[in-house]
């Protein structure tokens, strides 16, 4: 009987825990996504702006040397993408893959939604517009 | 007499064993399926959480 209480009191915390974390997981996805949608107006304008651009591992970047000492910009860079890890992070473990192979997706995603003037940095770490990428894969 | 035919019969099998070709076909399809299905999670995952980028340019465009 008392064994009995024990195991029930054990699998009762088992799932509590569980759900908790779940929550927390959840909770956690809400409140990036508030901050990143907060933030995308300003990050749509820095790509208009060719001030930043999309790496092929999901990440933004500021493209000129000379920006990269303009404060804010900085800061809308650094915050942007530790949301993005944490998120990538939380994607990886739902889905039982890597942060780095949710980023990659976000990549292709963001790439295929972007307009044609929008910068990508790519594998050779070099700038190119969507339009010249787009040509590059035609010709080869 | 016997043994010298069973050791050459022996042999005779070993040999055709060794030169018959064989063909060793590696079954990758579930790999390859694996890594679709997680790409599949992942990019609904995405999508369902970035939707708010759409509501926001759709928002813009009226």
Not at chain 2, 19 to 31: A, G, L, N
């Amino acid at each position: 009987m008392k064994i009995r209480v024990q195991f029930c009191a054990a699998f009762g915390l088992l799932l509590l825990f569980m759900s908790a974390t779940l929550v927390t997981g959840q909770e956690a996805k809400d409140q990036i996504r508030e901050r990143m949608k907060e933030r995308y107006p300003a990050v749509v304008q820095a790509k208009t702006e060719d001030k930043i651009g999309e790496t092929a591992l999901g990440y933004v970047e500021i493209i000129a040397e000379k920006d990269a000492k303009i404060d804010s910009l900085k800061k809308l860079a650094i915050t942007e993408n530790a949301d993005r890890k944490q998120l990538y992070e939380i994607i990886a473990g739902d889905t039982k893959t890597t942060a780095e192979v949710v980023g990659k997706q976000n990549a292709l995603r963001v790439f295929e939604r972007a307009e044609d003037s929008e910068y990508f940095k790519g594998e050779d770490n070099k700038w190119r517009r969507k339009k010249d990428l787009k040509a590059e894969e035609k010709e080869q | 007499m016997k043994k010298l035919f069973a050791a050459v019969a022996f042999a005779g099998l070993l040999l055709c064993e060794a030169c018959s070709p064989t063909v060793k076909v590696k079954h990758q399809v579930e790999p390859i399926f694996i890594t679709v299905e997680v790409n599949i999670r992942v990019q609904k995952e995405l999508e369902d959480f970035f939707d708010f980028e759409k509501k926001i340019e759709n928002q813009n465009q009226q």
